[in-house]
């Protein structure tokens, strides 16, 4: 069914954007020395969450309309150990020749109100099947992994709805969300006074 036809294409890409990080993870590795990936998961939408989503909208539910208006069928999320490899990773895939960059969402830069804080991007990539050439979006999150960690925390609130001492809940997580961005940045800080150290030693070494 043209459905299913749909989906081996958000399947394809989903693989396509999988390899071009893995090729991306090795290379950057053999730069700095360190995976800066620490894993990726990708994700298709179901088809009653698709439905839904067409429905809320007020727009058809058919392969066009999925076609014209979601960008999120087909969703990557890539975890990083430190915040500047989330900035690394976006920029060399935006940077590659097949790649469109449709849209980018920075909130790691500016969180969400509850705390939510993550780099979302969306881009097309082509897809070559057997007498097809196209181009189909996949949002990508590109977070830490303390930014994951709290996101799930978050996203099993999203669907409890009410429940007592909701609020607090809400207030205790925000703050948590606070001391996580200043436990990555720290992080990071840290990491770099052990690599410049590392570099100084090694020209040291080297012109004893």
């Given at each position: 069914?043209?459905?299913?036809?749909?989906?081996?294409?958000?399947?394809?890409?989903?693989?396509?954007?999988?390899?071009?990080?893995?090729?991306?993870?090795?290379?950057?590795?053999?730069?700095?020395?360190?995976?800066?990936?620490?894993?990726?998961?990708?994700?298709?939408?179901?088809?009653?969450?698709i439905?839904?989503?067409?429905?809320?909208r007020n727009l058809?539910?058919?392969?066009?309309?999925?076609?014209?208006?979601?960008?999120?069928?087909?969703?990557i999320?890539?975890?990083?150990?430190?915040?500047?490899?989330?900035?690394?990773?976006?920029?060399?895939?935006?940077?590659?020749?097949?790649?469109?960059?449709?849209?980018?969402?920075?909130?790691?830069?500016?969180?969400?109100?509850?705390?939510?804080?993550?780099?979302?991007?969306?881009?097309?990539?082509?897809?070559y099947l057997?007498?097809?050439?196209?181009?189909?979006?996949?949002?990508?999150?590109?977070?830490?992994?303390?930014m994951?960690?709290?996101?799930?925390?978050?996203?099993?609130?999203?669907?409890?709805?009410?429940?007592?001492?909701?609020?607090?809940?809400?207030?205790?997580?925000?703050?948590?969300?606070?001391?996580?961005?200043?436990?990555?940045?720290?992080?990071?800080?840290?990491?770099?006074?052990?690599?410049?150290?590392?570099?100084?030693?090694?020209?040291?070494?080297?012109?004893?």
């Amino acid at each position: 069914s043209e459905f299913k036809d749909l989906m081996l294409h958000y399947k394809s890409a989903i693989r396509t954007v999988r390899t071009k990080l893995e090729i991306l993870n090795d290379e950057l590795s053999l730069k700095n020395s360190r995976n800066p990936i620490e894993f990726v998961k990708s994700r298709l939408k179901k088809p009653a969450s698709i439905a839904q989503k067409l429905r809320r909208r007020n727009l058809d539910v058919s392969v066009k309309s999925i076609k014209e208006n979601l960008y999120d069928i087909a969703g990557i999320r890539v975890v990083c150990s430190f915040a500047d490899d989330i900035y690394d990773i976006a920029e060399v895939l935006a940077s590659q020749d097949d790649v469109e960059v449709v849209e980018i969402k920075d909130y790691i830069k500016n969180p969400k109100p509850n705390g939510y804080s993550s780099y979302h991007m969306i881009i097309k990539v082509p897809i070559y099947l057997y007498d097809v050439k196209e181009l189909i979006p996949i949002e990508l999150q590109i977070r830490t992994i303390a930014m994951d960690f709290w996101a799930s925390l978050d996203h099993q609130i999203k669907y409890k709805k009410e429940f007592p001492g909701a609020e607090n809940v809400s207030r205790d997580l925000k703050e948590c969300a606070d001391i996580i961005a200043d436990t990555d940045n720290r992080m990071l800080k840290i990491r770099k006074i052990i690599e410049s150290s590392t570099a100084e030693s090694n020209v040291n070494e080297e012109n004893q």
